[in-house]
C-alpha cells in the first residue's frame, strides 16, 4: 500500500489554533510528496479540523487522537485550545498537555515513525523520539525574528551583539512575554521548554516564514542556534472559494465596492480591554472606511457583544460595518477582492495570510511576539504601526488616521504596492520550498536508519 512505502511522520502541535494551521498544511504539504503523515492532537481539536481534510480523500492525513489526562477542574470542560481561555488558565493546559507525554510515548511505540515533527513548547516530545531512535525536527510556527530574540536573551553568548539594537527596547517586553516557566536542563541548570526544544531538534528546525520577508533574522539565528535553519513558509490556511461563500458575512462583503472595506481581528487569544475597545469603535468610526470587525469577549465577561460597544455605534456606522460575534472566516475575508487593509494584532498566522492576498497591514500588536512581528510589518514596508502612547494607551484618531493612510491616502501607495509585491513573490515561491524540505527528511531519516 502507499502507507508502507511512505515515510512515516508523526506530527504533535501546540494546543492553539495559531499552530494547529500551519502543522494542518505542512501535513497535507508532505502527504502529497509519499508521506504519511499522523497528525497529533486532542480528539476535540481534530474534530474541529476534520473537514479540512475529509474533502481531499486522497490525503495520506491520519487524525490521531492524543487523550489529556483529567486536569484540576479550574479548566474548563473541553478547552483543549487557549482559544478563549482566560489567560490565567494557560500553565493548567500546559501541565495537562505535558502530563499526556507516557499517551505519546505510547503512540510512538504503537506506529513507529520515521521521523517526529514537533512544537515549540514541549521538550518530552523529542526525548520520547529519541528513545525509540526516531530523529524529531521542531517546526517553529512563528517568525525568525521572534526567535532571535528569544535566543538572543537565552542563549547568552557574552561574545554577540544583538545585531539590530534600533529594536532594543523590545528585548524587555518580550523578555516578559515568554513562558518562561524553567525546568531541570539535567546538569543542575535550568532552561525553559522553548529552548530545550531547540536545542533537542534533531540537525535542523524549520520556520513558517521565508527569506523575502524575514532574510537578515533568519541570517542571524543561527550564530545563537547551531541548527541547520530552514524556512518554509509561507505556510497559511488553503482557502477554498465554495468554503462560507453563503455565509452572511461573505456576502456582506460582497456587496461592498473593491478594495473598500478593513478586516479588522485580534486572533483567536487577543481579549480588548474596555478602554481598547473603544478606542477601536471610535477610530473605525472615524476613519470613514468600511469594515468588519470580529469581538471577542472573555468566556467570563460575556455579554451580548452589543452592550460591550460605545452607546449607539451600530446605529451610526448602518451598514458601513459589520460586527461579528467571536470569529470570521479570515482567510476568505483577506482573499475577497473589497478587502483594502488588514487592523490586525500581528499574530504570525494573520501577517503571512494578509501577505499571501497583498492585504497591507494597520499593525496592533498586543503581546508575546506580536510587538516584534510588529516591527517586522514595518521594516519590511508591508504596514504601519498604529503607535500607543507612553502608557501604552491607543488613540482613535491615530487609528484612523493609520487606516485612512494605508488603505487610501496618497501617503500609503508604497505600503499598498509592498504588500502586492509579497503577495507576488509568494506565488511565484510556489512548492519550492516544500521540495528543499523534503530532500532534508529523507536525509535525515536515511541517516538515522544507518546509526
Ligand atoms: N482566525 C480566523 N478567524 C478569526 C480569528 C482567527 O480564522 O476570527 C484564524 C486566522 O486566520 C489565523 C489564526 O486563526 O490562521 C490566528 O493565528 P494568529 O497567529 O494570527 O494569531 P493567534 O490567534 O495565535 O494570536
Request: charged share 20%; net charge negative; glycine share 6%.
Amino acid at each position: 500500500s502507499k502507507q508502507s512505502n511512505a515515510t512515516k511522520v508523526l506530527m504533535l502541535p501546540w494546543l492553539a489554533q495559531g499552530h494547529i494551521t500551519p502543522f494542518l498544511e505542512l501535513a497535507k504539504k508532505l502527504s502529497t510528496k509519499d508521506f504519511h503523515i499522523y497528525l497529533c492532537s486532542t480528539p476535540i481539536i481534530l474534530t474541529s479540523i476534520h473537514n479540512r481534510i475529509s474533502k481531499t480523500q486522497s490525503l495520506s492525513v491520519e487524525l490521531v487522537p492524543l487523550h489529556l489526562p483529567p486536569t484540576s477542574p479550574e479548566l474548563p470542560p473541553h478547552h483543549h485550545t487557549t482559544n478563549g481561555l482566560p489567560p490565567h488558565l494557560l500553565p493548567t493546559l500546559m501541565n495537562a498537555f505535558d502530563s499526556a507525554s507516557p499517551e505519546f510515548s505510547k503512540l510512538v511505540q504503537t506506529l513507529r515513525p520515521d521521523l517526529v515533527i514537533y512544537d515549540f513548547l514541549q521538550p518530552w516530545a523529542p526525548t520520547i523520539a529519541s528513545e525509540f531512535n526516531i530523529p524529531a525536527v521542531e517546526f517553529v510556527t512563528t517568525g525568525a525574528a521572534v526567535v532571535s530574540f528569544f535566543s538572543f536573551l537565552a542563549f547568552k553568548k557574552p561574545d554577540v551583539e544583538l545585531p539590530f539594537p534600533e529594536l532594543q527596547p523590545l528585548l524587555g517586553s518580550f523578555r516578559n512575554a515568554q513562558p518562561n516557566r524553567p525546568v531541570d536542563d539535567g546538569g543542575g541548570g535550568k532552561q525553559t521548554p522553548m529552548l530545550e526544544c531547540m536545542k533537542k531538534s534533531s540537525k535542523m528546525i524549520l520556520f513558517n516564514t521565508f527569506r523575502e520577508l524575514e532574510g537578515k533574522y533568519l541570517d542571524y539565528l543561527p550564530i545563537s542556534i547551531e541548527k541547520k535553519i530552514v524556512p518554509i513558509g509561507p505556510l497559511v490556511h488553503e482557502t477554498d472559494h465554495e468554503e462560507n461563500k453563503d455565509s452572511a458575512i461573505m456576502q456582506w462583503l460582497g456587496t461592498k465596492d473593491e478594495l473598500s472595506t478593513v478586516f479588522v481581528s485580534f486572533g483567536s487569544e487577543s481579549f480588548l480591554s474596555k478602554e481598547e475597545r473603544e478606542e477601536i469603535a471610535h477610530g473605525l468610526e472615524l476613519s470613514g472606511v468600511n469594515f468588519i470587525w470580529v469581538v471577542r469577549l472573555l468566556v467570563g465577561e460575556r455579554t451580548e457583544v452589543e452592550e460591550a460597544l460605545p452607546v449607539g455605534f451600530l446605529e451610526r456606522i448602518g451598514q458601513r460595518g459589520l460586527v461579528v460575534d467571536s470569529w470570521a472566516p479570515q482567510a476568505q475575508i483577506l482573499a475577497h477582492s473589497s478587502t483594502c487593509g488588514f487592523v490586525s494584532h500581528c499574530g504570525w498566522n494573520s501577517i503571512l495570510e494578509s501577505l499571501k492576498f497583498g492585504v497591507p497591514i494597520i499593525a496592533m500588536p498586543m503581546k508575546h511576539d506580536q510587538p516584534i512581528s510588529g516591527k517586522v510589518v514595518e521594516d519590511v514596508g508591508v504596514g504601519v504601526e498604529v503607535k500607543r502612547d507612553e502608557n501604552r494607551k491607543l488613540n482613535r484618531e491615530n487609528i484612523a488616521q493609520v487606516i485612512r493612510k494605508v488603505v487610501k491616502d496618497e501617503s500609503g501607495v508604497r505600503v499598498r504596492s509592498k504588500a502586492r509585491e509579497l503577495s507576488e513573490i509568494i506565488r511565484m515561491k510556489g512548492e519550492k520550498a516544500i521540495h528543499g524540505l523534503v530532500q532534508e527528511f529523507v536525509q535525515l531519516c536515511n541517516q538515522g536508519k544507518t546509526i
